[in-house]
Every structure is written in structure tokens, then in C-alpha cells.
């Protein structure tokens, strides 16, 4: 067992508060480490080291600060394998799907070696008679992030890569269940020529965060996890006056019509179903068959596939999905399921009773499938986040897009269909972020932006791509007129723009 403490100023940083969370091997049910929550001087240490530092990074030419993240994105691809292990042993996901979540934070750093590009501001020459205006877009100064367990990797770098590229120093708060990936991210941040005390990771659990909406001298807040916390998150950070963006959970419809490609749909709400255990914030828990018939075939289709799934420790090769985070999670996935029977949803596969030889004491849970959902039922309305699809049959298009968009989330949607007229209809109506059209996880590239809609985000500006540099930037607008003193004399009379 071993104790994870802080990474500020560039330096390692045992925990003194001498409160502490377990961090758990979800394989095998084990605490394999003890987890410093930071108290008020720690992350005191922290902003000091942040301020200390910005001014200089913020002078730092913008090319400069994209040369750091060349450099990071090499050492991320060196350093896949062991991240990769890492992080699978903390969240339980397989290593694979550990690469994928590494490599979706990796194209994030990409993204930011080309931030000088955008962080360029505007330029008016002539706004009035000798007067020319332009706007600057300065960094915030000093932001910090709050990141949810399931993508310990990715999450934290879609905020500190633009925040930092855009010359701002950063706080991380990640997740207190898979710490050491944040960490080990921040420390070859320095190995890659960031200077110390741009990043730096404080690890807490809600007392840290609220100190970190209340700190006067953080500037910008960015959060992700699930709804109520991100509710909360937003309103305290703006009432502080903070800038502040807080994405939530998600309960995301896969509509499927008459015409699909039924086996390959079936095939695509497998992956997006079951995948890291249904733990994704784009994972579709929704099926909508369109049709009574439709919704015969695609039953017909997913049963034999979700019994065919094979679950297992992320040291298994061959499993599709591992366990979920926490014994508090395995209990709450396993207990809506049984709400759903109770509601009277028919539960075609069961995966209650899974138990795993030799990881009897692991948080597994075997795959579910409900059909003949109901939009009045718990399950439907409530985000699960375990390997559970949902069948919801409809009579119609109008009533399957009347459910997404009914919906409290508005993550992501997708719909299945050879029809061109009724996807383009579906994807300018749906009232959901983002859509995939025969994709069923489309999570935009790093070059797009990311966010939902409705109580899937609070705030207005999403992560990456270039909103990312609006959210980390504020914008200087500065109006000159030089008098021409020593060319034409002296001029006394009040500027006015004709
Ligand atoms: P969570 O809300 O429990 O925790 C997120 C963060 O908030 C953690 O750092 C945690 O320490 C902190 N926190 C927890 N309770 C708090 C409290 N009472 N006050 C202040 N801070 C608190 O979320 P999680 O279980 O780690 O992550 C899963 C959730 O995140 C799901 O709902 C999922 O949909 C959502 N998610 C959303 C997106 C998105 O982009 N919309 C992406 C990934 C995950």
C-alpha cells in the first residue's frame, strides 16, 4: 500500500492534513493505496506556486509555450504502456480502452501546439481618423479543474492543455479514486520543459473543491462530473465571481429506424452500451427502436451479443469491459436494476448474479439488457452508469425524438438509418449537443468542441477546440491614435469618428 500525496511547484508533496481516501484495485476489490486530501494550506501552496510562476509563462512567446507540448506529446506516446497499466489499475477499465482515454488526451495536447494560431486577436486599421483598435486575448491567470473518475486521463487534459498553452498557470483537482494518472501527467509536463508551478495537482475531495470556488485568486473554473455536483459547482463559482463551465451526467438515445442496418446498429450499441462498463459520459444507455418490428429485431440481435460479452480483470486480454469503479457503484447499478423489475421493465439478460473465479471480491457487473422500458420508469430517467442498455419502443420518429428531446440530459444522441432526409431532420431538431449519424459515441476531435445541452452543462463554452481558448483567455480590446506631433503639428480638437 502505498500513500499518493500532491505534485506543487514541479516537486512531489506528501499529504499533512492527515485526511486520506482509499484507492481501490476495482479487479480485485483490494485498497491499494491511501490518497492525501489536501487541506487549506496545501492548496494555499499551490496557488502561491501558480502566481509565482504565470507572469513569466504568460510573457513566455506563444510558440514557446506550443514547443512544451511537442515535446509532451511525444513523452505521452513513450509513456503509453505505463499510463495505459496505470490507469487500468485504479479504474478498472481495460488497458486498451486505457489507451484510448490516454490518446483522446493526447490529441488535446495537439490541438494546443497550434493555440498560438487562435490566441491571435483582431485588428482594425482606420476605426476613425488616424485610430486603430484592436483586441488582445490575455489568459485568465491562474484556472483550475475539477475531473470526474472515468477518464482520469483525458478529462484533466482537455483543461489544462488549452489553459496552459493560452499562458495561464493551473490547479488540478482530479478524481480522489484514480489519482496517480493526473499526477504522473503533471510530472511529464515538467519533464517536457513546463516550468514548475504551471501545473500543479492537488488531490481533495468536496473540501478542496469548495475552497477552490471560494479562492480569490483563481480566475477560471472548469468542471466535469455528474449533474448535482455540477449544479452546485456553477452557481457557488459564479457566485464568486468566477468564470466558470461545469458539464454533467447523461442518459444518451440511440434512435433506430425501420431501415437501419440492423446488425451493424447492434453492433454499434454494443460497444457504446458496454464498453468501460457503460462508466462513459457519451456510453448510449438508450436504445429507441422505431416500429414494433424494429424493436423485435434489434431484441433479436442484441441478446445473443450481450450474453456473448465477456467480462474481466483489466489483466485479461480478451475481456470487452472490467469492473466498475467502487463497491458503492457496483451496489447502485445492481439496485436500479432491480428497480427496473420492480417497475415492470422485462430484464431480457441478466447480469445480476455475476461473480468472477478468482476476483469473487472485484466490483463486476455482469451486462443487462431491459426491453419494453418506460419513459415514466427510474431507469429511464436516472443516468445508471453500469453496463445496462435500455430498450425504449416507439411508435413513431416524432415520439423517439420527442423522448431525446424531452429528456433532463442532453449529451449526446445518435441515430441509426440509410434515410438522408430523416437524419438531416433529426440532427437540426434533436435539442442535444452532440449527434452521431450511424456513429454511435460521437465525440467531436479536439479541433471541434465538446458539450451537451439542457442539465448535461452549465455554462457556455465547451471544452477544446476554440471555445477552449475563449474560455482561458479574456479579450483586451485597445483603441490608439497616435497624434502627429512631430509630422503635421499639434492637434487640439476632441477626436470624433465620422
Ligand atoms: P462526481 O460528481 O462524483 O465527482 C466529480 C468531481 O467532483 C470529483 O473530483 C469529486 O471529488 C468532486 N466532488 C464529488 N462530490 C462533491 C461535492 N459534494 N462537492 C464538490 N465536489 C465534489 O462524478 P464522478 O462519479 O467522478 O464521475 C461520473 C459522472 O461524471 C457521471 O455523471 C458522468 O456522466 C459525468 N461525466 C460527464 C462528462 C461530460 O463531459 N458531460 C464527462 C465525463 C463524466
Known amino acids: ?279 462513459r459520459c457519451m456510453a448510449i444507455s438508450v436504445a429507441v427502436p422505431v416500429g414494433a418490428e424494429t424493436a423485435d429485431r434489434l431484441v433479436e440481435a442484441l441478446v445473443p451479443r450481450v450474453e456473448r460479452l465477456r467480462v474481466g480483470p483489466y489483466t485479461d486480454e480478451n475481456a470487452d469491459y472490467g469492473p466498475v469503479v467502487t463497491r458503492a457503484a457496483q451496489e447502485k447499478i445492481l439496485s436500479l436494476v432491480d428497480r427496473g423489475v420492480q417497475e415492470g421493465a422485462k430484464l431480457v439478460v441478466d447480469g445480476r448474479g455475476f461473480t468472477l473465479q478468482g476476483y469473487e471480491e472485484g466490483f463486476y457487473v455482469g451486462p443487462c439488457l431491459f426491453d419494453h422500458v418506460g419513459a415514466d420508469m427510474d431507469i429511464y430517467r436516472t443516468e445508471i452508469f453500469g453496463p445496462v442498455l435500455s430498450v425504449v419502443r416507439s411508435d413513431s420518429y416524432e415520439q423517439a425524438l420527442k423522448l431525446a428531446n424531452d429528456h433532463e440530459y442532453g449529451n449526446g444522441v445518435a441515430i441509426f438509418t440509410q434515410d438522408g432526409d430523416a437524419a438531416r431532420d433529426f440532427a437540426s431538431r434533436v435539442q442535444v449537443g452532440m449527434i452521431g449519424i450511424n456513429v454511435p459515441i460521437p465525440t467531436p476531435l479536439a479541433y471541434h468542441s465538446f458539450g451537451g445541452w439542457k442539465r448535461s452543462v452549465f455554462g457556455d463554452l465547451n471544452h477544446h477546440g476554440p471555445d477552449s481558448v475563449k474560455f482561458w483567455t479574456r479579450t483586451k480590446t485597445i483603441t490608439s491614435r497616435w497624434p502627429s506631433g512631430i509630422k503635421d503639428g499639434a492637434e487640439f480638437s476632441m477626436p470624433v469618428m465620422r
Open 1 to 279: 500500500m502505498h500513500a499518493i500525496g500532491h505534485f506543487i511547484n514541479g516537486q512531489h508533496v506528501p499529504g499533512k492534513s492527515g485526511r486520506t481516501a482509499d484507492v481501490f484495485n476495482p479487479a480485485t476489490g483490494e485498497v491499494q493505496a491511501q490518497v492525501a486530501l489536501a487541506s487549506a494550506d496545501e492548496l494555499q501552496a499551490a496557488v502561491d506556486a501558480a502566481a509565482k510562476a504565470q507572469p513569466a509563462w504568460a510573457a513566455t512567446n506563444p510558440q514557446r509555450r506550443a514547443r512544451v507540448f511537442m515535446r509532451y506529446v511525444e513523452l505521452l506516446n513513450r509513456h503509453m504502456d505505463e499510463l495505459a497499466e496505470m490507469l487500468s489499475r485504479e479504474h478498472g477499465k481495460t488497458v486498451e480502452d486505457s489507451k484510448g482515454d490516454i490518446l483522446r488526451g493526447l490529441e488535446v495536447a495537439e490541438f494546443a501546439i497550434g493555440i498560438p494560431h487562435l490566441q491571435k486577436g483582431e485588428f482594425t486599421e482606420g476605426a476613425g481618423p488616424g485610430i486603430d483598435m484592436h483586441s488582445i486575448r490575455q489568459p485568465v491567470g491562474i484556472g483550475a479543474g475539477i475531473t470526474p473518475f472515468n477518464f482520469p486521463a483525458m478529462i484533466p487534459m482537455w483543461m489544462f492543455a488549452p489553459a496552459i498553452a493560452c499562458g495561464n498557470a493551473f490547479i488540478l483537482k482530479p478524481s480522489e479514486r484514480d489519482p496517480s494518472v493526473p499526477i504522473r501527467l503533471a510530472e511529464l509536463m515538467i519533464e517536457a520543459g513546463l516550468p514548475a508551478g504551471i501545473l500543479n495537482v492537488v488531490n481533495g475531495d468536496k473540501e478542496t473543491v469548495d475552497r477552490i470556488l471560494a479562492h480569490p485568486a483563481i480566475g477560471g473554473i472548469s468542471f466535469v462530473g455528474s449533474t448535482p455536483i455540477a449544479a452546485y459547482v456553477y452557481a457557488t463559482a459564479a457566485a464568486h465571481g468566477k468564470r466558470v463551465h461545469a458539464f454533467g451526467g447523461a442518459k444518451n438515445h440511440a434512435i433506430i429506424m425501420p431501415d437501419a442496418d440492423m446488425e451493424k446498429a447492434a453492433d454499434a450499441l454494443i460497444g457504446a452500451g458496454y464498453g468501460s462498463a457503460g462508466e
